[in-house]
């Protein structure tokens, strides 16, 4: 059975760092991008990051780019998001997802996707 799971989620004061896994299991990662999105209370899901399945390309949004970094540990089938100076507005129910290859803007182009991991960032 094919899955990710996703760790690392939890409270944050604004300003800290959290470090989010999505584990693969079931398959390979090494031919997945593998791409991040978040879900906020009452808004639409949004790519966050993602990262090719070479690990040559990466790409954040504009919300984030400087503060989160994106990697890929192929050998534990294991992506990460290094998140640091996290905001408020950075609160949300993080996914990952992927896709065959390369990344893609839209999130019905992924066929694999976690559960989820809940961000909070509150002082």
């Known amino acids: 059975q094919l899955q990710l799971v996703e760790s690392g989620g939890g409270l944050v004061q604004p300003g800290g760092s959290l470090r989010l896994s999505c584990a693969a299991s079931?398959?390979?990662?090494?031919?997945?991008?593998v791409g991040w999105f978040r879900q906020a209370p009452g808004k639409e899901r949004e790519g966050v990051s993602c990262i090719s399945a070479s690990g040559g390309s990466t790409n954040y949004a504009d919300s984030v780019k400087g503060r989160f970094t994106i990697s890929r540990d192929n050998a534990k089938k294991t992506v990460y998001l290094q998140m640091n100076s996290l905001k408020p507005e950075d609160t949300a129910v993080y996914y990952c997802?992927?896709?065959?290859?390369?990344?893609?803007?839209?999130?019905?182009?992924?066929?694999?996707w976690g559960q989820g991991t809940q961000v909070t960032v509150s002082s």
């Open positions: 079931g398959f390979t990662l090494d031919y997945y991008a």
């Open positions: 997802a992927a896709r065959y290859i390369t990344c893609s803007s839209y999130r019905y182009e992924y066929a694999y």
